[in-house]
């Protein structure tokens, strides 16, 4: 009777290690995630800011200043309205993005955090208390 019992502290050892094993790996790579969801939105609003100075700066220009627009690889000479209005609509862009991440960090948050409680229930429910 005692060797059963042995084998059934095993076989719960053994199911125990292996959850503890995928939940630590779910969640290193989660963590690698959520770290790289918090680079992503400071990029994106080191772009919203810089895109914001340039703003400021081409609205104290006169109207008929030659302003030059990035595009690819050379600039391209554009009147000052079409260059605020891309600007504008890249940080359209980048807001919506950034919206878009912190939904997704929130998910990874959310689905890391129910990991652990059903780890918490599993360990709970072998332990018998």
Do not use: H
Request: cysteine-free; charged content about 30%.
């Amino acid at each position: 009777m005692a060797s059963s019992k042995a084998t059934g502290q095993k076989s719960v050892d053994l199911e125990l290690k292996k959850a503890f094993q995928e939940l630590q790996g779910k969640m290193i790579m989660t963590q690698q995630q959520l770290k790289i969801s918090d680079a992503q939105i400071e990029t994106l609003k080191r772009t919203v800011t810089r895109n914001l100075l340039v703003e400021k700066e081409l609205g104290r220009l006169p109207e008929n200043t030659r302003v030059y627009e990035g595009v690819g690889r050379m600039f391209m000479l554009a009147p000052i309205p079409n260059v605020l209005n891309t600007l504008g609509m890249k940080n359209q862009a980048a807001e919506s993005k950034i919206k878009t991440i912190e939904g997704n960090k929130t998910y990874l948050e959310r689905n890391m955090k129910e990991s652990e409680d059903s780890l918490r229930e599993l360990v709970l429910s072998k332990t018998g208390r």
